[in-house]
């Protein structure tokens, strides 16, 4: 039996003493001073868990510091098993929505088939409405037309209802078939054929095969087609044939992907700071039969494990026995497995396994999934940063955030990236009204430096130069056919001083920052950094960082400038290096373009090659022992 325990004070509201707290499995909620719920947990170990949240301070994540000090009291629900409390966290996530909780916004562009279930004739329909009272979904699907597709082939399998509700309602009142069964599209009883009870039978049928009952209609259809040909009956031997060729259709647009006797689902997450993108593969009879992609903003810090705990208690709290599978692959166990599969097992009714795929072909498909997991994450924060509702708002946040005078219209943001302390190359890039403007984004090379602070003291200093002496303008004519001369005006590089400078780190990289602003006299431009770790926002001088809400559209921007600088640099990096390994190799007499591509591909750098032997450098087609003695010779003496 459950048991609850509060305590609030004024003068220090979120710290309970030690002894209060009990060590009972149960659910903590902590409230702000309004009594909404900020956060809900659940532990094995009440006084344990909450005691991590009452540590000094200075020692916690900067956003779990956020939330104990937003709050004003913190009460616990004991209960008698770890499955209690799990069911419990579920329930009040979902009565609550706590702001610091996880908060998942599912995917509601792609369409799916549905079974009116709750009609006296179900019928099927494609929909985006996964609201319809009753009904029964499958998908989602990449695009309508495959949903109208699937749907063509499986009623001339299962002849079930197609018409309208009007249309229903006006055949079976007057007796005549609706229109579209009239012309062999529609199979319920308004088409005259059946009745509503032999029209059930078939459209659990439907359900059936959907639901991955595939090889049993298979099969029954085969031995069906063979007894009435035996039978000299050929005109229902050609109906079961067509309905055979049907289904083929029908699986050939599921990829078989497993066994053809495997049901499980499978989780492909990606995952930053801010949000998690997640791509829920339905897998029933060993194919594909739906993929559910989710998107997930996170406000406090989370491992893996418990993003896999939250996301499978949302996936299954409210789903029938039918819809949970034998098996679930995740990309990370929680902390509290065996609770969760007994939890599942509960809904199901059989013994449901939580697993990591390790190898074979659902490691494979795991790949795939977190593969789209990463695309549909780029996708979600790229559409975040063009919209431009959000991108205003981004930069009003931003410019309130950072005590700016007015919205940082143009920013520029540097990275610096090396290899082992080698080949250093910094990145700007540029974003004009919260977009990027290619166009304007540079490298640097940076030939002699001591860290990352150095770089960026290097960088800033020679890109503010231009502040003060700025390249003129140029200008290229051009004689087109009919004689006329066109003349096209370029701007110099760095025409424009940004409102804003980002830099990638902490506090040293701020200050290394800070002074080349300084030296250059160009204090007038705002400055900020952003820490990947925990996503923290250092100003100049500054003790402690700014610390912008994970849902924040200022976060979100000043996060994709970080990353768009960092790839910018990294790209920019590997042009030099692949260019600096093949000048190296070019210079190799008798080696061809075509020979170093080979060479590369197999030993991936000059460096490898310079370990690798000449019996192993000959082992390649195309290359004979002197060639290779050549190789050797010029990368030694190099």
């Not at 298979?218 to 050929?234: G, H, N």
Request: with cysteine; charged share 30%; hydrophobic share 40%.
């Amino acid at each position: 039996m459950a048991s609850t325990g509060r305590v609030s004070r004024p003068e220090l509201a979120y710290k309970p003493k030690q002894g209060e707290i009990p060590t009972n499995p149960g659910v903590y909620r902590f409230r702000d001073a309004e009594g909404r719920v900020l956060y809900v947990g659940k532990a094995k170990n009440l006084r344990s868990r909450l005691s991590n949240y009452f540590a000094p301070l200075h020692t916690l994540h900067e956003r779990t510091r956020r939330m104990v000090t937003t709050a004003a009291s913190v009460e616990w629900t004991v209960v008698d098993s770890d499955i209690d409390s799990l069911q419990l966290e579920y329930m009040w996530i979902k009565e609550f929505d706590p702001p610091f909780n996880v908060r998942y916004k599912d995917d509601k562009s792609y369409p799916f088939m549905a079974i009116t279930l709750a009609d006296e004739a179900p019928r099927v329909i494609v929909t985006r409405n996964r609201r319809i009272a009753g009904a029964r979904y499958f998908g989602p699907y990449p695009k309508v037309w495959a949903v109208h597709d699937t749907i063509d082939l499986m009623i001339k399998v299962f002849p079930i209802r197609t018409c309208s509700d009007a249309s229903y309602k006006k055949a079976m009142a007057t007796g005549r078939p609706c229109f579209p069964g009239q012309i062999g599209r529609c199979g319920g009883p308004c088409s005259g054929k059946v009745s509503v009870e032999e029209h059930r039978a078939i459209v659990n049928d439907f359900m059936a095969f959907m639901s991955g009952g595939d090889q049993r209609f298979a099969k029954e259809l085969t031995t069906r087609m063979r007894e009435s040909s035996a039978a000299m009956d050929y005109e229902a031997a050609a109906r079961y044939r067509d309905r055979l060729q049907a289904i083929d259709a029908v699986l050939s647009k599921s990829a078989l992907v497993l066994d053809d006797d495997i049901d499980v689902d499978l989780f492909g997450i990606a995952e930053d700071e801010l949000a998690a993108a997640v791509q829920h593969f339905v897998i029933r009879g060993g194919r594909v039969r739906a993929v559910r992609a989710t998107t997930i903003e996170k406000e406090l810090d989370i491992s893996g494990g418990e993003l896999v705990d939250q996301i499978l208690q949302r996936t299954y709290g409210t789903a029938r026995g039918s819809e949970v599978p034998r098996q679930v692959l995740v990309p990370a166990l929680p902390d509290d497995t065996g609770d969760l599969e007994q939890w599942l097992q509960e809904r199901r009714g059989k013994k449901v396994t939580i697993q990591v795929a390790q190898r074979g072909q659902k490691a494979d498909l795991m790949r795939t999934a977190a593969l789209n997991a990463r695309q549909a994450l780029m996708i979600h924060k790229t559409r975040r940063t063009s919209d431009y509702v959000a991108r205003t708002q981004g930069l009003t946040d931003l410019q309130n955030a950072l005590g700016l005078p007015d919205a940082p219209l143009r920013i520029e943001c540097y990275d610096v990236s090396h290899l082992s302390g080698t080949n250093v190359v910094a990145s700007m890039v540029v974003f004009e009204d919260g977009l990027p403007r290619k166009d304007q984004y540079r490298s640097f090379s940076i030939a002699e430096t001591t860290d990352d602070t150095d770089s960026i003291g290097q960088v800033l200093t020679r890109r503010l130069a231009y502040l003060d002496r700025p390249e003129p303008e140029t200008a290229a004519e051009t004689v087109n056919d009919d004689g006329t001369v066109v003349t096209e005006r370029r701007k110099p590089r760095f025409a424009y001083p940004p409102q804003l400078l980002v830099v990638d780190g902490g506090q040293p990289q701020v200050a290394a920052a800070a002074r080349a602003l300084r030296n250059a006299g160009h204090e007038e431009i705002a400055l900020c950094g952003i820490a990947k770790r925990l996503e923290e926002v250092w100003l100049p001088g500054e003790e402690y960082p700014v610390i912008l809400p994970r849902t924040s559209e200022a976060l979100y921007l000043l996060q994709r400038l970080r990353d768009e600088a960092h790839r910018f640099a990294i790209t920019h990096q590997r042009k030099r290096r692949r260019r600096d390994i093949q000048s190296v190799l070019a210079e190799v007499p008798g080696l061809g373009e075509a020979r170093i591509k080979a060479l590369l591909r197999h030993f991936g750098s000059v460096a490898a090659l310079k370990r690798a032997s000449e019996e192993e450098i000959v082992a390649l087609p195309g290359i004979g022992p002197s060639l290779a003695a050549a190789i050797r010779t010029h990368l030694t003496d190099g």
